[in-house]
């Protein structure tokens, strides 16, 4: 537990993605608007918080949503990762689906030199793929967009 969190996030020059959340005890999505799950829920200008998107692009059963609080949604389902006694398997959850997006602001901060944070920010939620079963889930109603955010321009 980090009582200042929120004061120290947003007073950093840097930007935070963060995993929504998995759910209540069942591994239901709740909706972060009643439930917020911290960091995710804190809502600021250098923060995007991610939901896990399933193959079949619709949110994760267990994913968090919040058309308000939580921004894009990126795969997070059966994805390979490191497991303990140096060996891989599947994974699923927002914190497989928020280095989606994180890998896509690093490449972002490499490739636009000129872009600042907000402008990185603008770019990943702006440039989102709509899907439909996005929509009304999630600020920005779409899936990260690596591509779409590289050629995106600045408003």
């Known amino acids: 537990y980090y009582p200042n969190l929120e004061k120290v ?3 950093s020059n840097m930007l935070f993605v963060s995993a929504a959340g998995n759910g209540d005890k069942n591994g239901i999505g709740m909706n972060a608007d009643t439930n917020p799950d911290y960091p995710a829920a804190f809502n600021l200008d250098n923060s995007i918080s ?9 949110l994760a059963k ?10 894009i949604a990126a795969p997070g389902t ?6 303990a006694g140096s060996s891989y398997g599947f994974m699923t959850g927002t914190s497989m689906a928020a280095p989606m997006v994180t890998g896509v602001a690093a490449m972002l901060y490499s490739y636009r030199t000129d872009f600042s944070l907000q402008d990185v920010k603008a770019a990943l939620l702006n440039s989102a793929r709509p899907l439909e079963g996005l929509k009304d889930k999630i600020v920005s109603g779409g899936v990260v967009d690596a591509y779409a955010a590289l050629i995106y321009e600045k408003q």
């Open 50 to 58: 991610v939901a896990n998107l399933m193959f079949d692009g619709n």
């Open 9 to 11: 996030m947003r007073e």
């Open 62 to 71: 267990s994913s968090n949503y919040s058309a308000n609080l939580l921004d």
């Open 78 to 83: 059966y994805i390979v990762s490191t497991t």
